[in-house]
């Protein structure tokens, strides 16, 4: 299928609906890593979403085989306390975000207004506006496409996992034993590649949809313009607030995404308020935790990091960083990383399994 907007469209789409929401208080990209043209969007109504995950096998097949298999054995980290992460083996896990799995479905059951109901959500990266995981990796190898596409590029990156840490869901997920830092200095930079949902660039690159968009047989999910589909997000969440009792007024309850971590080019829309959806994901993640052994205090974090993010409240993480003093003092870091990346790899740069 064609991905239909052309970029004439795109721009004209786009200039016309921002003179719309341009003094509405929603979000737009302002970071030094924020990008300058046009955004793609996308608009999820997962009340429509009946959990099938033709959209998690279509990205896998699509992306897996992209992903290395790393060297072995594995140098070891210093300092030991470093964990090696390796999904090699682990292929097929597709409950959860691995560096082989770029998005998962969500399966979760709660109660609304006195009614058991089954909700499913697809998770991967938001593509934020403000993403931290750019202006924070301190070697350079997170950027915004100018379409909105937050991508790691896989010949720079030290797999530091720094990302991971900033980032609000935790979604860069890290296979060791490949990627630069095998040339550089195996056991004491880095510790792998960090991997996530990069929309599909190279198909959209092409004019084509993303695969998960593609496939998904109740068309659950839309692309296009930022300021269009955010138009497009908020009419639809009024509808969901009316329909559900709670009049159109409360229709942020119903939308997630525009507004957390300074807005992002990814909006979920919901038939039962997010407050509720997060409290039964929180309530998920401390029962999987117990029956995990992981001990309280680290319980809740343990279990945030473990690949299936929540969906909670979420501020400005670059507002609170400050003035961006820290991603300017790592800045050159980038450059240097860069240059080291070039020059270890060579054209194209090595990948894990070639030795
Ligand atoms: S393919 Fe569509 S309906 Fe099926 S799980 Fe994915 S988003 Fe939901
Ligand atoms: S969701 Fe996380 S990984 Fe994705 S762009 Fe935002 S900060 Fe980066
Ligand atoms: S946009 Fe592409 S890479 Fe991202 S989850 Fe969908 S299919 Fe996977």
Redesign the pocket.
Known sequence: MKFSPTRRQLLKGGLAAAAGLAASGIPRPRSAGAAVGEPLCTVLDISRCIGCEQCVEACREQWQETVPDPVEPMPKPFPSRVPIEDWSKKKDVSDRLTPYNWLYVEHLSLTHKGEEVEVNIPRR????LN????DLCPFGA?RVEKNGI?RIDPDICLGGAK?RK????H??QRQSGLGIYLDIMPSYAGNGVMF?CHRCTPLVAQGKLPRCIEVCPEQIQSIGPRDQQVKKAVALAKQKAKADGAGEERWRDYLYGLFE?GG?NTIYVSAIPFHEINRALKADRAQWAQESGIKAPRRAKRAALAGRPLMGPVADTMAEVGNLTWALALAPVAGLAAGLGRLAAGKGGRKGGER
């Open positions: 990266c938001m593509h934020c993403p931290p995981c750019v997170s937050v990302c900033v980032c609000p869901w979604i860069p996530k971590n992002t």
